[in-house]
């Protein structure tokens, strides 16, 4: 409202009739048009005969009305000089006062803080100046006299200079100004004038605030606003300036801190945003107090009493902290705050549950503020978490907690009265008041959480991180509509800031979140706090932390009934954990089976991210393998504890027994940690270090102590058979350790582990599956006794031996057991095949190849109803051979590589690889649900895993009679299972796996068959399916138009790669065909084969042969170029199709480019190719220039090959021979249409 805005200074000054008559003569020459009445009325108050019972509401409507009259005239005519008070001097006087500038007071108005404080000191510094020449004055009367300011009021401001008592005046009103920053300003003003100028007394500031800043009920809302606001400010000023407490010093039974804290009482009494304001002018106040000034002043200031006993009632947080504030200072007992504070007051009776419960109210009402937290929580936060609290116990917690709890531990007595104290305050504040009530309350409580954060111990976090807290988060976090969502994420983002690099406190936390949401936190909320959290343990201490706490959890099963359930997340709340019924169903687990379900799964997940020494690293997984051991695989018959004296430790069960459930997935995780251990110890030789540092080694001794407990026993009872495979696996295990130890570091070191940690998955896999692996186990021993006939080795009577005539190779049976065992194995399992698999890669026999690759050609032949978008694309009536079924074809069965060397070349590369790059990523986002596992039975299954195997045929040189590997056996059994899936459920997969192989290990090697041993006809016959594979169109069925998008494109991403893999393929197969510089009679066929291409390319829609794929060949194979250049130029004349034919013009171009190299030789064999080709090459231009294309891009094309040729020509000195051949009309066309080059050519001398 600009009405109620402060005028300039020129306007105040006229308001207070502090100048000149004269001063308000331009005012009738206003520009709206006042008429002199009007300036006359509006200039009486400053006439020293007004008179002094007018009503304040007419004042300060004339006032008003004055202001508006100036600022219109302000606007109008600035003044070029700053307004300045002049007081005259008598006659008398020794001499004059000092100017004083009210144009100060403009800029004390200012947004600007700098600018504000400024103008306070440059006032407070003018009139001190002249207050002290006014002092200096001998007669004072004579200068009061002539500018007499309201003397008919009593304003206690006698001996004060004129321009001091209009400052004084001014500033009190200016504080109720709402312009811009007028109250800090004129209040920062006022402040610096009190405590710098001794000659303003306090008691006149108090009457004037009265008098100047009255509130009557006719005021309206704005009006009675400022008027309450500018006293507020004002009292601040007086307070902030000092000079209470030095009347105190002075007279220490002084009225006026009594005077000056009751009206503030009783001005926070009528606003309920004047409250705090209030509050902290007081504790300003205290503050600059002394302790007794409080006791006999402030708190005997009337109307406090009052306030403080009506405080809980009507809920005063504001009371409450100047309690505690008066308090802090004065430390007495007194009843004088009401039931406020305890009396005697201690730290353990305020925060006891009854005080706190009769405070909730004046704390829940402490939202009024929000966003800011109100200042009574830091100081309750400070009583309740001092600086000294528990920073002992955080030093050493850490070693406590990875020993066991011991009994009774000593405590000193204050560390657990600030625990009992910090529980109390949270289950009765925060828990019981703040989170049960309104949003705004439930944002205050994590607000408060977040005070608290910084002196937090970490063994509080289990206090401060309760089920009700964690259960709020969920649910706030469930919905991202919610509105104190990103409250909540605020207050998880300073949770994990807070937590750093403190693995106490980080363990504290991750066990808090998911003890109260039943392992379920990041799933639940959507986030990945916990996750986060997880991935940044960092040392081996706080990995044994989390891991003993883990263990803890899991034997702890108090929460889960001490706690309400997770309705959402319990099938029947009744249910028995440890009931035969619960053993066997993962999904009728309760609460504790879910927290213990995320137990079990995190721990091998710790050495995700972990980087740590060697030994550090195995002491870790030895604790996370001893806790997946004894409760995965062990049950104790006598009690839930067993100490093993061997081991020196003590083991121990949950009370109730563990499901069946949870030890299957105890086990599966061990079979992990196994998995990832052999894979962190890489490639290369085995140190020997099996007893120190070899996790399976230290598992099979632990095995056996723990068996050898009477009272420990199997999770479930094993029969006689399995009981003996198992100690056979033992011992055959020992064996190997003992033999491996005594090979050092060789190849058969690596055998050795790799054969052992094998053993060790099938023996899990046992207790797993019961059954099903004794075969494959019996075989598997038979196959290490013959891989390593020592002493050691068991010699069991009875199994099979494979040293009888005719008996299998021993490769070939550990290649049979190995297939047997993939339909089955888990992702571990597998595993540890793959490491045997590349130990003994090297003595692969053909037949072992074979049964590989009879794996991947089983069941090739699509079904007879299958999706439409699967194999749309093969369908081709005119086709009907299987293609690529060159496996039978004897040339290949019987090829071996022969001579293989280093490519004399960079390994090929082109846009098809890159298209089908993003063709293989687009197959698998359009599938994520593939995995790895499938359970479409042994084919599919053991097919998912050739790719390794086949791989590492690749890498082993050595490992066939010829000595090189069968490649092109292998790559027609690849090719074939590519583009022919033995179903559709597997075909994404499987393409993705061979797609692999076949361009790192085939297509991009440097090696490739060189030797005389690869007949030609196989090579022609590959290339002729390539090339027609390449060129085939997608084949689109009736029934396409119905398909959903996502299977469309998921077709033709999948027709992209097999057309890639045509192309790739191509290049391979020509790469081949050089190396072995066959003579150019020999390759006619492969000639015609290309001819035959061309052909259907420019005579048929149908070919879908790329222009890009026929130019890369040409650019690789400069060869196959130079000898279809005359069939090609021939093609483009005659061609029907404008676009095939500028389409070959750029062939064309790029079998001249591969002939025009800057040596001689090769500018000698461009000249005799393009003589010899002169006449096709004008009846060429001739059909380019007569059959002109509607388009104009294939105009230019068309153009520019013809400037080209024409250019070529005359660089080649053919001009003549050239003019020769070329006919009247497609003389006269060049003439007309491309004539600058034409014309160029024909001034050139000719040869």
């Given at each position: 409202m600009g009405s109620k805005k402060r005028s300039s200074t020129s306007m105040e000054a006229a308001a207070d009739a502090v100048a000149d008559d004269g001063g308000f003569s331009n005012l009738k020459k206003s520009k709206k048009g006042k008429t002199k009445q009007e300036t006359t009325e509006a200039s009486a108050p400053s006439s020293s005969t007004a008179p002094t019972a007018v009503k304040p509401m007419e004042r300060q409507k004339k006032r008003k009305a004055l202001d508006k009259v100036r600022r219109l005239h302000t606007e109008e005519t600035k003044p070029k000089e700053p307004k300045t008070m002049e007081v005259p001097a008598s006659s008398s006087t020794s001499g004059v006062l000092p100017e004083f500038h009210v144009g100060v007071f403009k800029d004390l108005s200012s947004a600007d803080g700098s600018v504000r404080e400024a103008a306070a000191e440059a006032l407070a510094m003018e009139l001190v100046a002249v207050q002290r020449a006014y002092d200096g004055l001998e007669n004072k009367e004579l200068v009061e006299g002539g500018v007499k300011l309201d003397a008919e009021k009593d304003d206690g401001l006698n001996d004060c200079a004129p321009s001091l008592r209009y400052a004084v005046r001014r500033l009190i009103r200016g504080v109720s100004s709402s312009r811009e920053c007028a109250r800090q300003g004129f209040a920062l003003g006022l402040s610096i004038l009190v405590s710098t100028i001794p000659s303003i007394k306090v008691n006149s500031l108090l009457k004037l605030i009265v008098d100047f800043l009255e509130v009557s009920s006719s005021m309206k809302g704005q009006e009675q606003r400022d008027h309450l606001l500018g006293r507020l400010f004002a009292y601040g000023a007086i307070a902030r300036s000092g000079r209470l407490a030095e009347e105190w010093v002075s007279d220490r039974n002084t009225p006026l801190i009594k005077e000056f804290t009751s009206p503030l009482i009783a001005l926070a009494s009528k606003k309920r945003y004047l409250q705090e304001p209030v509050v902290s002018v007081i504790v300003d106040l205290i503050e600059k107090l002394h302790s007794e000034a409080l006791l006999n002043h402030i708190l005997e200031a009337p109307g406090l009493n009052e306030w403080f006993e009506g405080a809980i009632q009507i809920g005063n947080p504001d009371a409450l902290l100047l309690a505690l504030k008066i308090r802090e200072k004065?430390?007495?007992?007194?009843?004088?705050?009401?039931?406020?504070?305890?009396?005697?007051?201690?730290?353990?009776?305020?925060?006891?549950?009854?005080?706190?419960?009769?405070?909730?109210?004046?704390?829940?009402?402490?939202?009024?503020?929000?966003?800011?937290?109100?200042?009574?929580?830091?100081?309750?936060?400070?009583?309740?978490?001092?600086?000294?609290?528990?920073?002992?116990?955080?030093?050493?917690?850490?070693?406590?907690?990875?020993?066991?709890?011991?009994?009774?531990?000593?405590?000193?007595?204050?560390?657990?009265?600030?625990?009992?104290?910090?529980?109390?305050?949270?289950?009765?504040?925060?828990?019981?008041?703040?989170?049960?009530?309104?949003?705004?309350?439930?944002?205050?409580?994590?607000?408060?959480?977040?005070?608290?954060?910084?002196?937090?111990?970490?063994?509080?976090?289990?206090?401060?991180?309760?089920?009700?807290?964690?259960?709020?988060?969920?649910?706030?976090?469930?919905?991202?509509?919610?509105?104190?969502?990103?409250?909540?994420?605020?207050?998880?983002?300073?949770?994990?800031?807070?937590?750093?690099?403190?693995?106490?406190?980080?363990?504290?936390?991750?066990?808090?979140?998911?003890?109260?949401?039943?392992?379920?936190?990041?799933?639940?909320?959507?986030?990945?706090?916990?996750?986060?959290?997880?991935?940044?343990?960092?040392?081996?201490?706080?990995?044994?932390?989390?891991?003993?706490?883990?263990?803890?959890?899991?034997?702890?099963?108090?929460?889960?009934?001490?706690?309400?359930?997770?309705?959402?997340?319990?099938?029947?709340?009744?249910?028995?954990?440890?009931?035969?019924?619960?053993?066997?169903?993962?999904?009728?687990?309760?609460?504790?089976?879910?927290?213990?379900?995320?137990?079990?799964?995190?721990?091998?997940?710790?050495?995700?991210?972990?980087?740590?020494?060697?030994?550090?690293?195995?002491?870790?997984?030895?604790?996370?393998?001893?806790?997946?051991?004894v409760q995965g695989l062990f049950t104790a018959s006598l009690g839930s504890e067993v100490t093993s004296l061997e081991l020196q430790e003590t083991f121990r069960w949950p009370k109730t027994a563990v499901s069946s459930a949870l030890c299957r997935m105890c086990i599966e995780q061990l079979q992990l940690l196994f998995a990832n251990s052999q894979k962190g110890e890489g490639s290369g030789p085995l140190l020997n270090c099996v007893e120190q540092s070899d996790l399976g080694s230290y598992f099979m001794r632990f095995l056996s102590t723990l068996c050898s407990i009477p009272s420990v026993s199997y999770f479930r009872p094993l029969e006689t058979e399995e009981e003996n495979t198992l100690k056979k696996l033992q011992a055959m295990e020992t064996s190997l350790s003992k033999e491996e130890r005594n090979c050092q570091l060789t190849s058969d070191a690596n055998r050795l582990h790799a054969l052992r940690y094998l053993l060790i998955q099938l023996l899990l896999q046992m207790l797993l599956r019961p059954k099903e692996y004794l075969e494959a186990v019996s075989e598997l021993m038979i196959c290490c006794k013959k891989a390593f006939p020592v002493a050691d080795l068991l010699d069991s009577p009875g199994e099979d031996d494979l040293d009888y005539e005719g008996a299998p190779a021993m490769m070939d049976v550990l290649v049979d057991t190995l297939l047997s065992l993939l339909p089955q194995s888990s992702a571990p399992m597998r595993t540890a095949i793959e490491q045997v698999f590349k130990c003994f890669c090297d003595d692969i026999t053909d037949d072992g190849l074979l049964r590989m690759l009879r794996v991947i050609r089983k069941n090739l032949k699509p079904a007879r109803h299958q999706d439409a978008d699967s194999d749309d694309i093969f369908d081709d009536e005119e086709d009907d051979e299987d293609f690529l079924n060159i496996e039978e074809d004897e040339g290949i069965d019987k090829a071996e590589t022969g001579e293989t060397g280093d490519s004399d070349e960079q390994p090929d590369d082109s846009e098809a690889d890159s298209e089908a790059a993003d063709a293989v990523e687009a197959v698998g986002k359009e599938n994520p649900e593939a995995s790895d596992d499938s359970d479409g039975g042994m084919d599919d299954d053991a097919m998912f895993r050739m790719d390794t195997y086949l791989t590492q045929i690749f890498k082993e040189r050595k490992n066939l009679a010829g000595g090189k590997p069968q490649v092109l056996l292998v790559y027609s059994n690849l090719a074939r299972a590519f583009i022919e899936p033995p179903s559709a459920e597997s075909s994404e997969q499987l393409g993705q796996r061979v797609w692999g192989i076949m361009q790192k290990k085939i297509f991009k090697a440097k090696d490739y068959p060189k030797g005389e041993d690869v007949q030609l006809s196989t090579l022609e016959s590959l290339l002729q399916k390539n090339l027609k594979l390449a060129s085939k169109p997608i084949k689109r069925k009736k029934s396409a138009t119905n398909l959903s998008k996502k299977k469309q494109s998921a077709s033709w991403n999948r027709h992209k790669m097999i057309t890639s893999l045509a192309q790739s393929s191509t290049f391979w197969i020509l790469k081949i065909v050089e190396a072995r510089n066959f003579p150019e009679s020999e390759l006619q066929r492969i000639f015609d084969i290309f001819q035959g291409v061309l052909v259907e390319y420019f005579n048929s829609k149908k070919s879908q042969i790329k222009s890009g794929f026929l130019k890369e060949i040409f650019r690789r194979r400069p060869w196959v170029g130079h000898h279809l250049f005359g069939f090609l130029l021939e093609k483009c004349g005659t061609s029907k199709s404008d676009f095939r034919r500028v389409e070959a013009l750029d062939l064309v171009s790029e079998i001249l480019k591969s002939l025009g190299s800057t040596d001689g030789s090769s500018q000698e064999a461009l000249k005799n190719i393009m003589k010899s080709h002169l006449p096709k090459l004008c009846r060429l231009i001739e059909q380019l220039l007569t059959n002109i294309s509607e388009k104009q891009s294939r105009q230019a094309e068309a153009r520019k090959f013809c400037s080209r040729i024409l250019q070529m020509i005359t660089t080649l000195k053919l001009t003549k021979s050239f003019l020769k051949k070329l006919s009247p009309d497609a003389h006269a066309k060049c003439e007309s249409q491309p004539s600058a080059q034409f014309i160029k050519m024909k001034t050139v001398p000719h040869e």
């Amino acid at each position: 409202m600009g009405s109620k805005k402060r005028s300039s200074t020129s306007m105040e000054a006229a308001a207070d009739a502090v100048a000149d008559d004269g001063g308000f003569s331009n005012l009738k020459k206003s520009k709206k048009g006042k008429t002199k009445q009007e300036t006359t009325e509006a200039s009486a108050p400053s006439s020293s005969t007004a008179p002094t019972a007018v009503k304040p509401m007419e004042r300060q409507k004339k006032r008003k009305a004055l202001d508006k009259v100036r600022r219109l005239h302000t606007e109008e005519t600035k003044p070029k000089e700053p307004k300045t008070m002049e007081v005259p001097a008598s006659s008398s006087t020794s001499g004059v006062l000092p100017e004083f500038h009210v144009g100060v007071f403009k800029d004390l108005s200012s947004a600007d803080g700098s600018v504000r404080e400024a103008a306070a000191e440059a006032l407070a510094m003018e009139l001190v100046a002249v207050q002290r020449a006014y002092d200096g004055l001998e007669n004072k009367e004579l200068v009061e006299g002539g500018v007499k300011l309201d003397a008919e009021k009593d304003d206690g401001l006698n001996d004060c200079a004129p321009s001091l008592r209009y400052a004084v005046r001014r500033l009190i009103r200016g504080v109720s100004s709402s312009r811009e920053c007028a109250r800090q300003g004129f209040a920062l003003g006022l402040s610096i004038l009190v405590s710098t100028i001794p000659s303003i007394k306090v008691n006149s500031l108090l009457k004037l605030i009265v008098d100047f800043l009255e509130v009557s009920s006719s005021m309206k809302g704005q009006e009675q606003r400022d008027h309450l606001l500018g006293r507020l400010f004002a009292y601040g000023a007086i307070a902030r300036s000092g000079r209470l407490a030095e009347e105190w010093v002075s007279d220490r039974n002084t009225p006026l801190i009594k005077e000056f804290t009751s009206p503030l009482i009783a001005l926070a009494s009528k606003k309920r945003y004047l409250q705090e304001p209030v509050v902290s002018v007081i504790v300003d106040l205290i503050e600059k107090l002394h302790s007794e000034a409080l006791l006999n002043h402030i708190l005997e200031a009337p109307g406090l009493n009052e306030w403080f006993e009506g405080a809980i009632q009507i809920g005063n947080p504001d009371a409450l902290l100047l309690a505690l504030k008066i308090r802090e200072k004065t430390l007495i007992e007194s009843s004088s705050f009401g039931n406020l504070l305890p009396v005697p007051f201690s730290p353990d009776k305020l925060f006891s549950a009854d005080h706190l419960s009769s405070l909730a109210n004046c704390l829940k009402e402490s939202t009024f503020c929000q966003p800011r937290v109100h200042n009574v929580w830091p100081v309750l936060v400070n009583m309740l978490l001092p600086d000294r609290v528990l920073q002992a116990e955080d030093a050493i917690s850490v070693s406590n907690s990875l020993k066991r709890p011991k009994k009774n531990r000593k405590s000193s007595s204050s560390d657990e009265e600030i625990a009992k104290n910090f529980q109390c305050f949270c289950e009765v504040i925060i828990e019981g008041s703040l989170l049960t009530s309104s949003h705004d309350r439930k944002h205050l409580a994590f607000d408060v959480l977040l005070l608290l954060l910084p002196k937090l111990p970490a063994s509080f976090i289990s206090i401060t991180l309760s089920y009700k807290i964690v259960q709020c988060m969920i649910d706030i976090l469930s919905t991202k509509d919610s509105w104190l969502y990103k409250v909540v994420q605020h207050f998880l983002k300073t949770l994990t800031v807070w937590v750093g690099d403190d693995d106490v406190r980080r363990v504290s936390v991750i066990v808090a979140l998911q003890k109260h949401s039943n392992g379920k936190f990041d799933g639940i909320t959507r986030t990945k706090t916990v996750k986060d959290l997880m991935s940044d343990f960092r040392t081996e201490s706080g990995c044994m932390l989390f891991i003993q706490n883990l263990l803890n959890m899991f034997l702890d099963e108090k929460h889960t009934t001490e706690e309400p359930s997770d309705q959402s997340q319990t099938t029947d709340d009744n249910s028995d954990i440890g009931s035969v019924e619960d053993k066997d169903s993962v999904g009728t687990m309760g609460n504790s089976d879910f927290l213990k379900t995320w137990i079990v799964e995190s721990l091998p997940s710790i050495l995700k991210n972990l980087k740590l020494d060697p030994e550090a690293k195995f002491r870790v997984q030895k604790g996370i393998l001893k806790f997946l051991a004894v409760q995965g695989l062990f049950t104790a018959s006598l009690g839930s504890e067993v100490t093993s004296l061997e081991l020196q430790e003590t083991f121990r069960w949950p009370k109730t027994a563990v499901s069946s459930a949870l030890c299957r997935m105890c086990i599966e995780q061990l079979q992990l940690l196994f998995a990832n251990s052999q894979k962190g110890e890489g490639s290369g030789p085995l140190l020997n270090c099996v007893e120190q540092s070899d996790l399976g080694s230290y598992f099979m001794r632990f095995l056996s102590t723990l068996c050898s407990i009477p009272s420990v026993s199997y999770f479930r009872p094993l029969e006689t058979e399995e009981e003996n495979t198992l100690k056979k696996l033992q011992a055959m295990e020992t064996s190997l350790s003992k033999e491996e130890r005594n090979c050092q570091l060789t190849s058969d070191a690596n055998r050795l582990h790799a054969l052992r940690y094998l053993l060790i998955q099938l023996l899990l896999q046992m207790l797993l599956r019961p059954k099903e692996y004794l075969e494959a186990v019996s075989e598997l021993m038979i196959c290490c006794k013959k891989a390593f006939p020592v002493a050691d080795l068991l010699d069991s009577p009875g199994e099979d031996d494979l040293d009888y005539e005719g008996a299998p190779a021993m490769m070939d049976v550990l290649v049979d057991t190995l297939l047997s065992l993939l339909p089955q194995s888990s992702a571990p399992m597998r595993t540890a095949i793959e490491q045997v698999f590349k130990c003994f890669c090297d003595d692969i026999t053909d037949d072992g190849l074979l049964r590989m690759l009879r794996v991947i050609r089983k069941n090739l032949k699509p079904a007879r109803h299958q999706d439409a978008d699967s194999d749309d694309i093969f369908d081709d009536e005119e086709d009907d051979e299987d293609f690529l079924n060159i496996e039978e074809d004897e040339g290949i069965d019987k090829a071996e590589t022969g001579e293989t060397g280093d490519s004399d070349e960079q390994p090929d590369d082109s846009e098809a690889d890159s298209e089908a790059a993003d063709a293989v990523e687009a197959v698998g986002k359009e599938n994520p649900e593939a995995s790895d596992d499938s359970d479409g039975g042994m084919d599919d299954d053991a097919m998912f895993r050739m790719d390794t195997y086949l791989t590492q045929i690749f890498k082993e040189r050595k490992n066939l009679a010829g000595g090189k590997p069968q490649v092109l056996l292998v790559y027609s059994n690849l090719a074939r299972a590519f583009i022919e899936p033995p179903s559709a459920e597997s075909s994404e997969q499987l393409g993705q796996r061979v797609w692999g192989i076949m361009q790192k290990k085939i297509f991009k090697a440097k090696d490739y068959p060189k030797g005389e041993d690869v007949q030609l006809s196989t090579l022609e016959s590959l290339l002729q399916k390539n090339l027609k594979l390449a060129s085939k169109p997608i084949k689109r069925k009736k029934s396409a138009t119905n398909l959903s998008k996502k299977k469309q494109s998921a077709s033709w991403n999948r027709h992209k790669m097999i057309t890639s893999l045509a192309q790739s393929s191509t290049f391979w197969i020509l790469k081949i065909v050089e190396a072995r510089n066959f003579p150019e009679s020999e390759l006619q066929r492969i000639f015609d084969i290309f001819q035959g291409v061309l052909v259907e390319y420019f005579n048929s829609k149908k070919s879908q042969i790329k222009s890009g794929f026929l130019k890369e060949i040409f650019r690789r194979r400069p060869w196959v170029g130079h000898h279809l250049f005359g069939f090609l130029l021939e093609k483009c004349g005659t061609s029907k199709s404008d676009f095939r034919r500028v389409e070959a013009l750029d062939l064309v171009s790029e079998i001249l480019k591969s002939l025009g190299s800057t040596d001689g030789s090769s500018q000698e064999a461009l000249k005799n190719i393009m003589k010899s080709h002169l006449p096709k090459l004008c009846r060429l231009i001739e059909q380019l220039l007569t059959n002109i294309s509607e388009k104009q891009s294939r105009q230019a094309e068309a153009r520019k090959f013809c400037s080209r040729i024409l250019q070529m020509i005359t660089t080649l000195k053919l001009t003549k021979s050239f003019l020769k051949k070329l006919s009247p009309d497609a003389h006269a066309k060049c003439e007309s249409q491309p004539s600058a080059q034409f014309i160029k050519m024909k001034t050139v001398p000719h040869e």
